[in-house]
């Protein structure tokens, strides 16, 4: 089992960056897969990307090439560093922890990113 706590959302102009954080209360060097999920009003929730423990990324089309991810075990913590941001971006963003593939996860409560002139 794992808590998971987002911050860094904010409301930033198109263009610019925001950068997320995913601390966990436990070591995240052993959970198989972080990721970062977002959904915004009226939509389904949606894959962002993903990053399993031996450094393997996915990302949605949307966003590749603008977003990273990445995770410090030291700080047991996940990152999503968004660049280029813009109005279509604008979602609560998610992170998840996966123990194993095929397992429901556990979810973080979710942090708002607005991208807004």
């Known amino acids: 089992q794992v808590q998971l706590v987002e911050s860094g959302g904010g409301v930033v102009q198109p263009g610019g960056s925001l950068r997320l954080s995913c601390a966990a209360s436990?070591?995240?060097?052993?959970?198989?897969?972080m990721g970062w999920y977002r959904q915004a009003p009226g939509n389904k929730r949606e894959l962002v990307a993903t990053?399993?423990?031996?450094?393997?990324?996915n990302y949605a089309g949307s966003v590749k090439g603008r977003f990273t991810i990445s995770r410090d075990n030291a700080k047991n913590t996940a990152y999503l560093q968004m660049n280029s941001l813009k109005p279509e971006d604008t979602a609560v963003y998610y992170c998840?922890?996966?123990?194993?593939?095929?397992?429901?996860?556990?979810w973080g409560q979710g942090t708002q990113v607005t991208v807004s002139s």
């Open positions: 998840k922890a996966l123990f194993a593939p095929g397992q429901n996860g556990y």
């Open positions: 436990r070591s995240i060097s052993s959970i198989y897969s």
């Open positions: 990053m399993t423990s031996g450094g393997d990324t």
